[in-house]
């Protein structure tokens, strides 16, 4: 429901869903690394089902790395945009997103070493 007290028209989720679209071939098209962490998912969730471990994790894990990459993405556009010039405060601003970027990874990373480490181990013990 909308705030007006109106459902969502079909035809406007769908125009919505082509904006969210857009930003995420915009993103994989200017940011290098989202391309990797595009393509490092890919692998994670190939090698995930060849193991037959628990996908979920993998999903959820990969997920939230692109979501805060894309929205990394956002900030730095609108901090170029509202800051043209160099300014410390957009520093911080980009360098936190980044920050958040990197914490996202670690606990993928970590997620994928809990969830795939074990049945790789059995694998090659």
């Given at each position: 429901m909308r705030s007006d007290g109106s459902a969502l028209s079909w035809r406007r989720w769908v125009r919505s869903a082509g904006f969210a679209w857009a930003g995420i071939v915009h993103t994989y098209r200017v940011q290098a690394n989202f391309r990797i962490e595009v393509w490092a998912g890919m692998l994670a969730v190939t090698l995930t089902?060849?193991?037959?471990?628990?996908?979920a994790p993998i999903l959820l894990a990969c997920a939230l790395v692109l979501s805060v990459e894309l929205l990394n993405t956002a900030l730095e556009a609108a901090l170029d945009l509202a800051s043209p010039e160099w300014h410390p405060l957009a520093k911080v601003a980009k360098d936190a997103a980044a920050g958040a970027v990197l914490m996202a990874s670690v606990g993928a990373l970590l997620v994928g070493l809990?969830?795939?480490?074990?049945?790789?181990?059995?694998?090659?013990?």
């Open positions: 089902l060849a193991l037959r471990a628990p996908l809990a969830v795939l480490g074990p049945p790789l181990l059995r694998l090659l013990g």
